[in-house]
């Protein structure tokens, strides 16, 4: 491994193992590592396709695909107990296992309402058992909630995610 890809794990993935999801500040991290803007977003599709980072654009369809992530998550639930000193958060928990069970079926993007959004059609809220839909109102939307046996109205269980492949 070169020594910008060292110094991009041990200064980038490690640290912010303790704080995915997050919103990357590129020009932050390029500096830190003392590279360009692209090749840290470059970097950060490496680890991607190497199957330790998921990375979430507003618009993936698009041109923004080249341009640097709207959030970034470690791609497995396992990878947050294995890289954090301490247990990692419940919600990310959710919603790491939502999209690592959700994303090889469907395009996934990034939302400012809702969590995520499938094939630019449906929205999807994860939550604990007792999350609303509130925040949905008036879109086209579900809440995937956790600590669910059966669902009802436009909640499914996080389990059943579990299900699809």
Known sequence: MSKLG????????????ESVPMKPN????SETLNTSRALVVEY?????????????????FGITRL????KVYLSHPNLQ??????????GTLRESFFLSQVRPLHKVEYMEK???????KVTVEVGG????????AGVDAYVAADGLEVGYGNKIPLWMFGLLY
Request: hydrophobic fraction near 40%; charged fraction near 25%; proline fraction near 5%.
């Open 114 to 120: 809702g969590d995520f959004k499938l094939d630019r």
């Open 129 to 136: 058992a007792n999350k609303t839909g509130q925040q949905l």
């Open 26 to 29: 590129i020009s932050k991290l």
């Open 6 to 17: 060292a110094g991009f794990s041990s200064q980038f993935v490690l640290p912010n193992a």
């Open 67 to 70: 341009q640097k992530p709207d």
């Open 44 to 60: 950060m599709h490496y680890l991607e396709e190497l199957g330790i980072l998921m990375l979430l654009h507003r618009d993936s």
């Open 81 to 90: 107990f294995a890289l954090h000193q301490s247990r990692p958060d419940i």
